[in-house]
């Protein structure tokens, strides 16, 4: 079976320019979250989806914003880049809201210029 | 507040030995998870092992085994006969209902295995 997969795997952008980040779960799950792993540092979590809704948003502006489809892919939504949100985007994905484990994609490494 | 600490930055062990990665956790919640995840330097996050709060048994996973101390709230890895290819990233985190099951991280550990 697929694992998590994201798209693209690498991305260099601007300062101001807007960006689109990709995530398919592993096939059956229904729960996907995104976090944020600056070089160095441990992931920051980012939104939490189930079953299309948002159950969980981390401490991250409103610059950033998510959604899950009917399949239960989902897209992770950064405007206005600034030179700090160049980081490693990972995916995860989990059957259910749970304490199950998660995960994880590859993830998108975005660099802003 | 949730939070996992993980107090060791940087372990540097031989190889074929066994090394303890240490991580402890503070939650007021009763049902939670806990989880070692293993980052090579390429970047992909490895799922490694989970416990369970209400597991009675520590969990293991081949070579990797967790040593769970509920009541000293301390969740560490043990990798038996460590190989080269254990050289990584490895971060403790924990998942619990009160903070809608989102993954809380440590700092991680850098294990560099010696030849």
């Known amino acids: 079976d697929a694992g998590v997969t994201q798209s693209p795997t690498h991305l260099i952008k601007t300062r101001g320019q807007h960006v689109t980040l990709r995530c398919s779960p592993i096939?059956?799950?229904?729960?996907v979250s995104w976090y944020q792993q600056v070089l160095g540092q441990g992931p920051q979590f980012i939104f939490q989806?189930?079953?299309?809704?948002?159950?969980g948003r981390g401490n991250f502006p409103d610059r950033f914003s998510a959604r899950q489809f009917p399949n239960y892919s989902s897209e992770l939504n950064v405007n206005a880049l600034l030179l700090g949100d160049s980081a490693l985007y990972l995916c995860?994905?989990?059957?259910?809201?749970?304490?199950?484990?998660?995960?994880f994609g590859d993830g998108t490494r975005l660099s802003i210029l | 507040a949730q939070k996992i600490t993980q107090t060791q930055p940087g372990m540097f062990v031989q190889e074929k030995e066994a090394v303890t990665l240490d991580c402890t956790y503070d939650?007021?919640?009763?049902?939670?998870?806990l989880f070692w995840y293993k980052q090579p330097s390429s970047g992909e996050m490895i799922f490694l092992i989970y416990?369970?709060?209400?597991d009675e048994q520590n969990a293991t996973e081949g070579r990797y085994s967790l040593n769970f101390q509920k009541a000293r709230k301390s969740a560490n890895l043990v990798i038996s006969a460590s190989q080269l290819g254990d050289s990584a990233m490895y971060f403790c985190?924990?998942?619990?209902?009160?903070?809608?099951?989102?993954?809380?991280w440590g700092a991680g550990t850098k294990l560099i295995i010696k030849p």
């Open positions: 995860a994905s989990s059957f259910r809201e749970s304490n199950q484990p998660q995960h």
């Open positions: 989806y189930y079953e299309k809704e948002e159950r």
């Open positions: 096939s059956g799950h229904k729960s």
């Open positions: 985190a924990m998942r619990v209902p009160g903070s809608n099951y989102q993954l809380i």
């Open positions: 416990q369970g709060s209400y």
């Open positions: 939650t007021s919640d009763q049902s939670y998870g």
